[in-house]
């Protein structure tokens, strides 16, 4: 079974540039998840959806993060201007049912570097 | 004070021992606990999840839940090197979240 599948695997860009980060949920999960994950404050949720819509934005870091989900097959991660601090492996994770209760099961992440 | 900790600092252990680990939590009202590991530069994966007082066996691996005192651990029995990575505890919160801990580095030493 195909699990999370995260696109770009490596991203390095210059500060200012535009990153926009993929990621295809298993079919059939109804949850969508975006972590950021830093040696200093590890995985940090940032936000989450349910059946497409957004249901918790609140540790979107700033308004320069915007997410979508136009569809239950994709979602995007979008940065804009990208800041060096916006350095990190973001992870996309999905589950079925119950987002606090089930299993989350995490793509293989796309490593950020902001120079 | 943080919702889900873990002693950061590596934990060593030799070959075939015993690896024990611990995580505490803030909200009384989690439900569902979970153990992830992951393997440098890798993505976390799952290994435990509970959801009941006690203790739940799977394979090496066993996870204990204690709510009254609300901390919840994991044994390594027959610890391997293929075992060294890094544990995260994750603990669910009413608004359908999981929180992580920092998590917790292993090291098997051969």
């Known amino acids: 079974d195909a699990g999370v599948i995260q696109s770009p695997r490596h991203e390095v860009t210059e500060m200012g540039q535009e990153v926009t980060l993929r990621c295809k949920p298993i079919?059939?999960?109804?949850?969508l998840f975006w972590y950021r994950q830093t040696m200093m404050r590890g995985l940090e949720l940032l936000i989450y959806f349910n059946n497409n819509v957004p249901i918790d934005d609140s540790g979107m870091p700033e308004d320069r993060f915007s997410a979508k989900m136009p569809n239950a097959s994709f979602s995007t991660l979008k940065i804009q201007p990208s800041e060096p601090r916006d350095s990190a492996v973001y992870f996309c994770?999905?589950?079925f049912g119950t987002g606090g209760n089930q299993p989350q099961h995490f793509g293989d992440g796309t490593r950020l570097s902001i120079l | 004070q943080k919702e889900v900790e873990q002693n950061s600092g590596p934990l060593s252990v030799p070959e075939g021992a015993i690896a024990s680990l611990n995580c505490t939590y803030s909200d009384r009202g989690s439900q569902s606990f979970f153990w992830y590991r992951q393997y440098s530069g890798k993505s976390p994966e799952l290994i435990m999840f509970i959801y009941s007082n006690g203790d739940k066996e799977d394979g090496r691996f066993t996870a204990q839940l204690n709510k009254a005192s609300q901390y919840v651990s994991l044994l390594i029995r027959d610890s391997q090197p293929s075992d060294s990575a890094t544990y995260l505890c994750?603990?669910?919160?009413?608004?359908?979240?999981?929180?992580f801990g920092k998590g917790n580095q292993v090291v098997v030493i051969p």
């Open positions: 994770a999905s589950s």
């Open positions: 079919s059939g999960h109804d949850y």
């Open positions: 994750a603990v669910s919160q009413g608004n359908n979240r999981l929180a």
